[in-house]
Each structure stands twice: as C-alpha cells, then as structure tokens.
C-alpha cells in the first residue's frame, strides 16, 4: 500500500486505483453494514473514494492507509446516515439511566443448540439490532466486531480513546444482548406454550 499511495500521490492514476481495487468490497461492506441501505452504501463508498483522491496529498502515512480510508468511508457513511434520520427518534433504546434501575436479567444462551442461534430469523433480529443502535454504538460495533478491526484501529478512525471505544463496545453488546434475550425469551415462552 504504501508505495502504491507514494505513486498516487505523484498523480498516477493506475496506483490509486489499484488501491481502489483493494478496498472497494471493504469499504462498501463497512458502509453497508453502517447505512444498512445498498444504494447509500454505494453512494458512501463513492464519496469515500473521492475523498480521499482529494485528500491523498495530505495522508502522511502517521497511521496505515486502510486506517485512514476507513476513517473517511466512516464519516462519509455517517454523513449519509445522518441526512437520512434527521427527525426520527429510537423508541428502542433503554430510558433508563439512574443508577437504582432493576439490573438486567439476561437469559443463558450457551444451552441453545448452536443451529438454533444461527437460523436465518435469529440473523434478521441480529441486523435489526445492530440497525437500531444509537449510531455512536453501531459504528464502534461495526469497525471492532463485523470488521474486526482492533481497539486501537477504531479509536483512530472514530479519533476517540481506546477507552471511550471499549466502553461503547460493551454498551452496544448490551443493547444487543438485550435485543436477542427478548427475542430467545419469546420464543422459549411460545415453545412452552405449543407444549
């Protein structure tokens, strides 16, 4: 990579887009996973492209290139996501921020049969857990846990702390964890039910 972005800064068409060939399907897979939408997906990894053609000049190889094009495949997504939500609000997230609120009671999912987890509907309720994040949850979970990217990576891209991405990690699996427990509670008590 790096030679490549030495000779696309030097205005060779051909290194960037190789670099484009590289991490086309990364970064419209990041978008995706963000926008949840193909054709904002597309659009972000297009916007993300570009800007970093304009911004090529300015990358001083401080960080990785795939670290520094996540961060702007990132923020163009964002952008997009943010457009596209103004005037909506989550009724999904939990309310309740005192600290004298019941503890959570999460359901042990380890005596699930691993096919049962892995069902198709279980996957839905996956992806429309991750869509329903608050959007600095969702992003942190993206870019560590889909993308597999390491703390340190994401508190780069998202210029957070390493501390401040754990914590919003562990949030949203929270948020997650809760989702799903709901989901395996029901259908624990419909199961019960048809008995």
Known sequence: DAVLVRFAQDDDTRAFDELVRRYQDKVYRLSYKILRHEDDAAEALQDAFLSAYRGLGNFKAESTFSTWLYRIATNASLMKYRKRRDGHVSLDQSQSTSEDAEPLQLADWSAQPPE??????TR???AEGIERLPEELR???VLRDIEELSNAEVAEILDLSVAAVKSRLHRGRIQLRERLN????DRMTKKDRAR
């Open 139 to 141: 992003t942190v979970f």
């Open 116 to 121: 049962e987890l892995l069902t198709a509907e």
């Open 182 to 185: 709901r989901y395996f509670t």
């Open 124 to 126: 839905q309720v996956m």
